[in-house]
């Protein structure tokens, strides 16, 4: 089973970088929502492969700090992704309400840096989780685009809302091994499941280029 | 205690475990539930495109079929009121060529050719009015429809009631002559069929609605038959209708009679 995981764990990583390639290559030509979910992919393989680096080459103690890159770029990100796809200017501002009450969480509380920030997960994912459910209320009529990446990010970020959440918690509580990291293959998996949702989307509707009629 | 708090702790777990059960689970069942909704309206908008389908080929078979009506009436107009009076003509000024007739007999065929060629000319200029009425073009729908009006109570079948108050240009001059057809095939439905002895005609434009309300006391028909009542040119009317993007009601029974009530948007709404 471990064996599993491990080479699971390698597809994600490995996967993570392949794919923002696969989008990178109709960057030019595609609209604003395109080039900004590819800048998320982008930013989601940079994650992953710092994480790998952090404990495979650079052997640091803790990549915790990465966290909050990886939230917070992905909030900005994914916001700037649905105004483009739900025309809400009002996404604006609760992006500046959300990165003001951050930055404001981490001058008052600079450890905060190194542990995870459980609230800001919170937050963040169940916005984003919110604009994927309007936006899936908007697909039901009529073919829209990213309908398949928009049902990625809804479900991983639904999901994972918790782990992330709970990540200090379980810190805190010393509990076995084991638990944790189950809760990382957890979040394997259901980081899988995205990659391949948003690897079908590419194939689907972006692997031919468009014909200019 | 050890245990104690272990067990605590593996409570928290299993519940934290069971919570991002949940939260997977919801998510997948709300995706599903999406995914249905979507196919379910995406069926729903397929039946309503298919109706409107079907309802444009129903309009354009009617349509055809009102084209052929017409060029049979006009076929036998043409046969009936002029070639076959051109015929007389021609068998007449063929006996005048002959020579071997007395002037007697050369004043009468004059005077039966006169006659004649008298009658086709007043024919071929009733059936060019019926075609397109030149006082629609030249005077507009109010004298257009004045003039159905004194044609009709001219024939001293019927009592004619009307007001007609229209004011000119409210409707551009092609949904004009829509209007001037519902009313003279209307007209046409009473004369033929009802055996009506009062018709009811009002007609109004108003600041942004023209209105149109036509009633007889003739012998009516089933209204569940109207939409087979080709030959009444029910069909024509509704057609109109929807050219003239207005809503038309027909309300008739037998013995009831016929109302009508068409009400459409004038330039000035748009």
Request: glycine share 4%.
């Amino acid at each position: 089973m471990d064996s599993y995981l491990k080479i699971l764990s390698e597809i994600t990583v490995y996967f993570s970088l392949f794919y923002p390639i696969l989008y990178l290559k109709s960057f030019v030509s595609q609209n604003k929502a395109f080039k900004i979910f590819t800048l998320y992919l982008v930013l989601l393989g940079v994650i992953q492969l710092t994480m790998r680096m952090s404990t495979k080459v650079w052997e640091l103690d803790s990549n915790l700090f990465l966290s909050h890159y990886y939230f917070i770029g992905q909030f900005i990100l994914l916001s700037l992704f649905y105004v483009q796809l739900l025309k809400f200017r009002w996404i604006y501002g609760i992006l500046a309400i959300v990165l003001l009450f951050l930055g404001y969480q981490y001058i008052s509380n600079p450890e905060l840096y190194h542990m995870y920030n459980p609230l800001g997960f919170f937050i963040t994912h169940t916005i984003i989780v919110i604009y994927a459910l309007l936006y899936m209320y908007r697909s039901l009529s009529g073919k829209k685009e990213f309908t398949l990446a928009n049902i990625g990010i809804f479900m991983y970020l639904l999901s994972t809302a918790l782990i992330f959440g709970s990540g200090n918690l379980i810190f805190n509580l010393e509990v076995p091994e084991s638990f944790s990291q189950l809760l990382v293959d957890i979040n394997k998996v259901l980081f899988l499941a995205f990659q391949i949702l948003i690897f079908v989307e590419w194939w689907k509707n972006y692997s031919i280029p468009k014909t200019k009629s | 205690m050890v245990e104690e708090l272990f067990d605590t702790q593996n409570q928290i777990v299993n519940i934290i475990l069971l919570a991002i059960a949940l939260l997977l689970l919801m998510s997948f069942a709300i995706v599903l539930f999406f995914y249905f909704s979507r196919r379910k309206i995406t069926k729903a908008e397929l039946e309503k495109a298919k109706f409107e389908i079907d309802y444009q080929k129903d309009l354009l078979q009617a349509t055809i079929v009102t084209q052929e009506e017409e060029r049979k009436r006009i076929a036998q107009d043409l046969h009936d009121a002029i070639s076959s009076k051109l015929n007389v003509v021609s068998l007449n000024a063929n006996m005048l060529t002959d020579g071997e007739i007395s002037s007697e007999e050369t004043q009468k065929i004059g005077d039966s050719i006169h006659t004649i060629t008298a009658t086709v000319l007043e024919n071929s200029r009733r059936i060019a009015h019926d075609l397109l009425p030149p006082t629609l073009e030249k005077f507009g729908l109010q004298a257009a429809v004045e003039e159905l009006c004194e044609e009709l109570t001219d024939t001293e079948k019927f009592e004619l009631k009307h007001s007609i108050d229209y004011v000119e240009g409210s409707l551009k001059p092609e949904k004009e002559l829509h209007v001037f057809r519902i009313i003279q095939e209307l007209m046409n439905n009473t004369i033929k069929h009802s055996e009506a002895k009062t018709i009811t005609l009002d007609l109004t434009s108003g600041e942004n609605n023209l209105s149109l309300r036509y009633k007889d006391d003739g012998k009516g028909f089933q209204k569940e038959n109207i939409k087979n009542a080709k030959g009444l040119g029910m069909s024509g009317i509704e057609n109109r209708a929807v050219i003239l993007e207005g809503d038309v009601q027909i309300n008739s029974s037998p013995g009831e009679g016929i109302e009508v009530f068409l009400t459409t948007k004038t330039n000035h709404a748009n």
